[in-house]
């Protein structure tokens, strides 16, 4: 079976365990953007989506090994998102 689309995280991006999580990853990469070093606009980017069988429904995003996460600049961000879909794992 195929997974739904991983739609937008909504509110929560506005959770205070995604943002913890999220400063954790920008600062292992030293707040900076992991492809062109920017610093502008930084964003957590997921390079896997995990979708729970079991729960029917997409991880929470703090809930990713960190190695799944990495720092993006905005442009950097988008500019990945039209040219890759972002794989989904099923579990
Ligand atoms: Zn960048
Ligand atoms: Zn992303």
Same mark, same amino acid.
């Given at each position: 079976?195929?997974?739904? %689309?991983? +739609? ?11 943002? %913890?999580?999220?400063?954790? /990853?920008?600062?292992?990469?030293? @707040?900076?953007?992991? /492809?062109?070093? +920017? ?5 957590? *980017?997921?390079?896997?989506?995990? !979708?729970?069988? %079991?729960?029917? @429904? ?8 960190? !190695? ?8 950097? *961000? ?14």
């Amino acid at each position: 079976m195929d997974p739904p %689309a991983h +739609g937008s995280y909504g509110n929560l991006l506005f959770d205070p365990r995604w943002k %913890a999580k999220r400063n954790e /990853i920008i600062s292992r990469d030293k @707040g900076c953007c992991v /492809i062109c070093k +920017g610093t502008d606009e930084i964003q957590v *980017h997921h390079r896997q989506y995990q !979708y729970v069988k %079991a729960m029917k @429904g997409f991880k929470v995003p703090w809930d990713y090994p960190d !190695y799944l996460m990495i720092t993006l600049c905005k442009s950097c *961000h988008q500019r990945g998102h039209s040219k890759f879909k972002v794989p989904v794992l099923i579990i």
